[in-house]
């Protein structure tokens, strides 16, 4: 970092950790102030900078940093009787609350997720709030290739909830075109993905074996697919975690995103101010991840 002061944040460890493990590499995710992955002229800079500190039997590998996004579902429980604030002015704290926990408590390499932290953070807003409730989601994102059948792996690298064999629904999905229907994902609770489209608010399953989840490590595996068209700067894979805490491992960066927030009246249980989907809480948006690709090892 001394010498490369344009860098925020490094990781690095032994190939021997990846999945597969890759020996006599050392892989090095480095994230530049301002920007979301290092350009690969700026890569192979840095290659150069530590050819005359490195052995002569590792080769260092650069790798984009992947974003793994925490969706948070917030309710907030005031009393109006103790507090001027309107619940649009609570809304609004709570989303700088978001994006203050981004910067300074996410947003770089080996920083976790703690819910209790948020929800200390939420709580201290205003004198008025009587409780504040939080559910979460994971969440990665990739680009889909539209000219090929193509597998692709998405890792959390954070367990996923299944507390009981079939328990369903742990794995949902932003929408994307197969076979001509506008489709999502989702999980049976035995470790199959599945692919189903929506007839009359109902779920009709058009692929059943469409990939495994695989709870206890956190991954998902997406069999061969031809995706033809999808909503929005990619296809989004939501988990629900097992733990209420998040690691961040190796290349991955922890950011909240997708954040919905829920102001309620505790006197008259009624919604006062309610935003989906608050833009502000990404810090850096990763919108084609080239990490998310079956063949490619785990990092």
Not at 54 to 77: H, M, R, W
Not at 209 to 231: H, K, L, P
Request: include cysteine; glycine fraction near 6%; charged fraction near 15%.
């Amino acid at each position: 970092l001394n010498n490369a002061p344009d860098l925020q944040s490094i990781s690095v460890w032994g190939g021997e950790k990846n999945s597969p493990p890759v020996y006599g590499k050392v892989y090095i995710s480095a994230k530049p102030f301002g920007d979301a992955v290092l350009t690969q002229s700026r890569k192979a800079e840095l290659v150069e900078l530590l050819d005359d500190r490195n052995a002569v039997t590792i080769e260092p590998v650069f790798v984009d940093a992947q974003y793994l996004y925490v969706v948070p579902s917030i309710q907030v429980n005031y009393n109006p009787a103790i507090t001027s604030k309107t619940g649009d002015a609570l809304l609004n704290s709570v989303d700088q609350v978001l994006g203050a926990f981004n910067i300074k408590e996410l947003g770089v390499f080996n920083n976790n997720f703690h819910m209790s932290e948020l929800i200390k953070k939420v709580d201290d807003i205003d004198a008025s709030v009587v409780s504040v409730s939080i559910t979460l989601q994971m969440q990665r994102r990739f680009i889909p290739n539209l000219t090929i059948t193509q597998a692709y792996a998405v890792d959390f690298n954070n367990p996923i909830n299944n507390p009981h064999a079939g328990h369903k629904y742990s794995i949902q999905s932003s929408s994307f075109t197969y076979n001509g229907f506008t489709c999502y994902f989702d999980d049976d609770g035995n470790g199959k993905l599945r692919i189903y489209r929506l007839a009359q608010d109902k779920r009709v399953y058009v692929n059943r074996n469409a990939g495994t989840v695989n709870y206890s490590v956190g991954s998902v595996r997406i069999s061969a697919v031809r995706f033809t068209a999808f909503d929005g700067d990619g296809v989004k894979i939501n988990a629900v975690p097992a733990n209420q805490s998040i690691k961040s491992t190796r290349s991955q960066i922890c950011q909240l995103a997708d954040a919905t927030v829920n102001i309620i009246n505790n006197q008259t249980d009624a919604s006062v101010a309610l935003s989906r989907n608050i833009a502000s809480t990404i810090q850096a948006t990763v919108s084609s991840e080239t990490g998310i690709v079956a063949s490619s090892s785990t990092y």
